[in-house]
């Protein structure tokens, strides 16, 4: 057990780190994720700009956000969870693991759709161009903002809440607490979406949205040192919350 707590401590680190690298490259080389917000044919042109480097690195971007599918469910999955809440537990594997799947669906559309819409848009007519960005501006705020960031940041927050519940009972505030604020933050952070769509100003709400995915990176982080050797307590008694669901 030691072993795969080491493995799955040191994997849940490096995916901690991990997808802030190709974030951090967008936000440097793409104005990312300011540049989601700006008219199509600007968006476009950038991209266009990007070159092959770019729609790798969102390449990168939506498989770390696939990897948080096993990740997930894994961390939620541990005898000790499910022996704190089982229903918790499964909560938390589903939401998760959902999450994964439907961040990376929206991030994805930047690798096998995007490419297409910005050749056409740089070598295109006028007619063209203008056809390009109408598909752009439907794709963006469906398999974007609908999937990518409103369906699959409310599973995530949901996966984080459950967690940090479980967390909280086995008496591991830190982590319990950052969670917590963590999953707030996000949930604050996906109402940008809503706010758009209904014609208003969503900048505040991505303020929390980026501080919500840094509070997940730290959460993470603590959740993967507390599984490696030598920094936990495995002969503490379990929380006698216990729920299986029955």
Known sequence: MTHKARILGLSTIALAIGFNLPYAHLATVFDYPDILRRPAGEVLARFADGGASLVLTWHAFAWAALLLTPLTVALALTAENRASSERLAFLAAITGALSGI?????????????????????????????????????????????????????????????????????????????????????????????????????????LFTIAGFL????????????????????????????????
């Open 102 to 206: 439907a961040q990376a669906m929206g991030l994805w559309r930047w690798v096998f759709v995007v490419p297409g819409l910005a050749r056409n848009h740089q070598g295109g007519d006028a007619s063209a161009r203008a056809s390009a960005e109408s598909t752009f501006a439907t794709l963006n705020a469906y398999g974007g903002v609908a999937i990518g960031e409103h369906l699959g940041q409310w599973l995530l927050v949901f996966f984080v809440l459950a967690l940090s519940t479980i967390q909280w009972r086995q008496q591991r505030r830190l982590s319990g607490g950052t969670g917590f604020l963590t999953a707030s933050a996000i949930a604050i952070g996906t109402t940008e979406g809503l706010a758009i769509a209904l014609g208003r100003d969503g900048d505040l709400f991505s």
């Open 215 to 246: 509070g997940l990176t730290a959460w993470l982080m603590l959740i993967g040192i507390r599984l490696l050797p030598g920094t936990r307590n495995d002969s503490a008694p379990v929380s006698e919350n216990r729920d299986h669901g029955g």
